[in-house]
């Protein structure tokens, strides 16, 4: 019974190139959370969707960033032009209902940038 | 603004001495607090939920409690694997976010 998967765990960017981080959520959610962790900081909601809809994005950055979860396939949060201040450990979380405080997180993309 | 604090930021203990960790919030409306794990390199789990003033959760060695302004987390005769980051997130009511709000953590170390 896998949890929730994130790939890739690891990923190195360069100033301005792209970062695409996937997460594929355990079997039966259809609720997908994004969440930042910053170096000495708590963890920051980003977004929160279901399939094929973007719920609530009042953590999302205004510009670069952006989050989908397609009717088939992993959830996929994508940031444009990468800057240095990006670097952070990204976490997926999922669960089976609506507003849950009781998230089954993946184990993070960290993302550094060069 | 609503926000969520714990103390200690890091907490040293030996083997069997058992201690408290603070999550005390500022909200303009509660609909759940939770606490959770989290090892070094990993994602955070999950251990409990509390929703109202003087509920009380327990597993193993931990137990959670609830007030109105704050909660604790009582660790009784910990162990070395006991270790951990431990996280306070709430969900407040209103606001239209989804998300939980996170505090920044306890980081916990039981030496043998």
């Known amino acids: 019974n896998a949890g929730v998967m994130q790939n890739p765990r690891h990923l190195v960017r360069r100033r301005g190139q792209e970062a695409r981080l996937r997460c594929s959520p355990m079997k039966g959610h259809s609720h997908v959370y994004w969440y930042r962790q910053l170096p000495e900081e708590g963890l920051k909601f980003m977004v929160y969707l279901q399939k094929e809809n973007i719920i609530d994005e009042s953590g999302m950055p205004k510009e670069r960033f952006s989050a989908e979860f397609p009717k088939e396939g992993p959830s996929i949060l994508r940031i444009q032009q990468v800057v240095r201040g990006d670097s952070a450990a990204y976490f997926c979380?999922?669960?089976?209902?609506?507003?849950?405080?009781?998230?089954?997180f993946g184990e993070g993309s960290r993302l550094t940038v060069l | 603004e609503d926000q969520v604090t714990q103390s200690p930021e890091a907490l040293r203990l030996q083997e069997g001495e058992s201690s408290s960790l603070n999550c005390s919030y500022t909200?303009?409306?509660?609909?759940?607090l939770f606490w959770y794990r989290q090892d070094p390199g990993k994602g955070p789990e999950f251990l409990f939920t509390l929703y109202s003033a003087g509920e009380e959760k327990e597993k193993e060695r931990l137990k959670a409690t609830l007030t109105k302004k704050e909660s604790f987390l009582h660790i009784t005769a910990p162990k070395p694997e006991d270790s951990a980051t431990y996280l306070c997130a709430v969900q407040f009511s209103g606001g239209g976010a989804d998300g939980l709000t996170f505090g920044k953590g306890t980081h916990l170390i039981i030496q043998p």
């Open positions: 909200v303009s409306g509660l609909r759940g």
């Open positions: 979380a999922s669960s089976p209902n609506t507003g849950a405080g009781e998230l089954f």
